[in-house]
């Protein structure tokens, strides 16, 4: 029977002692504790997620939906506006709260004296156009009068004759059929169209008169024109190197002057003051 020799492994050159139950116990707790922090952290999250869930009823039980947003739009509010199809100036406006909060028009709605002054200047305004007007009128029938007292009756003044002022009888005469030559009828043409253009002045004077309206810049031009042209053609008269032979050169200085009258009055009511 062989017998066999108790070795003692402590005693060999490499026995390193083996402590498994040590490392496994460690490794245990480690895992022990990994998996209750992964639980706690789990069940927060779930904790979480169940307080920010909203549920909805829906048939027999809660169904999760989608959270609303936290920012709130309202809807907007209108306030209707009531349209009072007949109002008047003298009403209340705004009323807020009765009567006593009201805020009255009544103050500034004219009154029967504010209406009275309103026509009151109204019919003033008229009498100082018809005055103006009036003026014109006298004027332009003063620059007429010459050339119809030419036409009737040229001397009635003997030492004053009028004859060369006789436009009415030169319009009637090539008018019937008389050759007309330009070149010796300069004056003529400039004192007939001075003549019409007064005339024209002298009608739209009656209808302002009638009407009680002044038109300013109509009165100057229809005043200006007509002296414009007279005084050109007793400049052309009075000039020796055109050689205009007249009866009596000084009767061409009367239409010029009383148009230089009559231009100076429109135009002073031209800049008057606005009626």
């Known amino acids: 029977m ?6 003692n492994y402590s005693e060999t050159e490499n026995y390193q002692p083996i402590n498994d139950s040590y490392e496994n116990e460690n490794e245990y707790e480690n895992y022990e504790e990994n998996n209750a922090a992964e639980y706690f952290e789990q069940s927060q999250r779930a904790e979480s997620e169940v307080s920010e869930t909203v549920m909805k009823s829906i048939g027999g039980g809660a169904v999760p939906i989608t959270p609303p947003s936290q920012i709130i739009q309202l809807q907007p509010i209108v306030v209707p506006i009531a349209i009072v199809p007949f109002s008047s100036q003298n009403q209340k406006v705004v009323q807020y709260g009765g009567a006593e909060n009201a805020i009255d028009n009544s103050a500034n709605a004219p009154t029967n004296t504010d209406t009275a002054n309103l026509y009151s200047y109204a019919a003033q305004n008229k009498s100082v156009n018809r005055k103006k007007s009036l003026v014109i009128m006298i004027f332009s029938l003063l620059f007429l009068l010459p050339f119809v007292i030419a036409y009737f009756k040229a001397d009635i003044i003997a030492a004053f004759p ?39 002045c002298f009608i739209a004077s009656i209808i302002s008169v009638a009407i009680g309206k002044y038109s300013k810049i109509g009165m100057l031009v229809l005043s200006l024109f007509p002296a414009l042209f007279a005084i050109g053609a007793a400049a052309y008269a009075f000039v020796p190197s055109f050689g205009f032979i007249a009866w009596n050169k000084n009767a061409f200085i009367i239409p010029a002057a009383i148009g230089v009258v009559q231009t100076i009055i429109s135009a002073a009511f031209a800049i008057g003051r606005k009626d």
């Open 2 to 7: 062989a017998r066999y020799k108790k070795v």
């Open 162 to 200: 009028l004859s060369d002022l006789n436009v009415i009888g030169k319009i009637l005469y090539y008018i019937g059929g008389a050759q007309f030559v330009i070149g010796g009828e300069i004056v003529f043409l400039l004192l007939a169209i001075a003549l019409c253009v007064a005339l024209i």
